[in-house]
């Protein structure tokens, strides 16, 4: 596969150049150089890639291109059907590719409209039944307009299932099925993930039609250039480790991982109370303090985000310095997706867990996951803790597990993946697991599936290729 070194050499159209250049985008990312041309091609794709590598404008670009020709500058909604379907776990993701997919379209007469639960529907209908060819949307939302009839799927001829292993995660599989049904047969498809669970390779079994796999990072692996530390610590000592960190490393612009929505609000609560421009982001805030709390954060005017795995996703913030585990996370791949947020676009970055020895099995988890040990530094704490950390008061521990139940998976998760060149599973067909998905495992966002037990892949798209 050939590189592309700046993005005039692709046969993209004009105006979808000017408008990257006009980004700011100079050479395009490795994901970029290989996936672009085999989607301009009309290939199915599978992209196992990393947030943060470019992937956004890999599969946009050049499925913008492939609209262009039949773009039209009529007003009438019925010359805007919708002909591409982008489908993305959470609300930021949907948000910022779109407003991605906003920008390369910003010289062209296409249209594009996000849709995305916990606002107001309204915007969206109007937006929708004006016209619009691409549609950046979460899927329950998504179900509900098509279930009022605000939009039809009966043109679609592409769609990408945008960080699958996360709408897998998060038990959108029966919506996905849904989706997919309303859509053509011929269609080009394309699918991208962080991580390989076996789930993942069925989907894409079923979903993708003689894929190329493109990859640009080993997967499961974690970016080469982020920096990886581990510092363990009695659980006492928790918030004065991180306070030590943030003071001596002179942390700006810190992403702080946590696995409860209420260890979430304490922690921000306890950094405030420390003179820490500090705010806290997670499934119970909504959707306008999520965007406030990240936009001042993106502004610089908040120093430090303390955020749940689910309320980060797909956080789309460049040149962001370093993100650090308060909490291990219990899924090893959630660590994989934590530190995805730094190092960004080949830049280089900063992943600190801090670790108690109740976290030790998931922190081996992680290891065996990326293939690499990270041996734990020392930590000089600077400060006494003040009074209760967050993760310990009662009211957490009271709420600890109810959203353990809700956050771990209910099985363990397999350990990393085989290597990826000799994997032939897209070329295999669909085998039933006895395995169950899993059902919903996060903090919020999780989809409505009417109390349905989880069902298996295979069932959910039908039992067989397309
Ligand atoms: P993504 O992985 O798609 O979320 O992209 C990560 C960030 O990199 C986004 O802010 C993009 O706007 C930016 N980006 C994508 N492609 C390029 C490029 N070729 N050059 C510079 N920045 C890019």
Redesign the pocket.
Known sequence: MSDYHDFDHFGLDPRIVAAVKA???????PI?SKAIPLVMAGRDVMGAAQ???????GFALPIIDRLLPQASASMSPARHPVRALILAPTRELAEQVAE?VKMYISGTPLRCATVYGGVDMDPQTQALRNGVEIIVATPGRLLDHLGSKNTSLSQVQMVVLDEADRMLDMGFLPDISRILNQLPKERQSLMFSATFSEEIKKLAANFLRDPVLVEVARRNATADNVQQELYRVHESEKTAALLSLLHDRELKQVLVFVNTKIGCRRLARELQKHAINADAIHGDKSQDERMKALEGFKQGTIDVLVATDVAARGL?I?ELPAVINYDVPYAPEDYVHRIGRTA??GLSGLAITIATGSEDRAVAGIERLIKRTIEPKPIELRRPPRGERPGRSREREREAPRERQASAPAAPRPAAAPAVAADDFFNKPYEPSSAGVEPATTEDEVPAVGGKSPAKVATLLGGGKR
């Open positions: 980004m700011g985008y100079a050479t395009p990312t970029q947030t943060g590598t470019g992937k956004t404008a991605n789309d460049v960004r676009a």
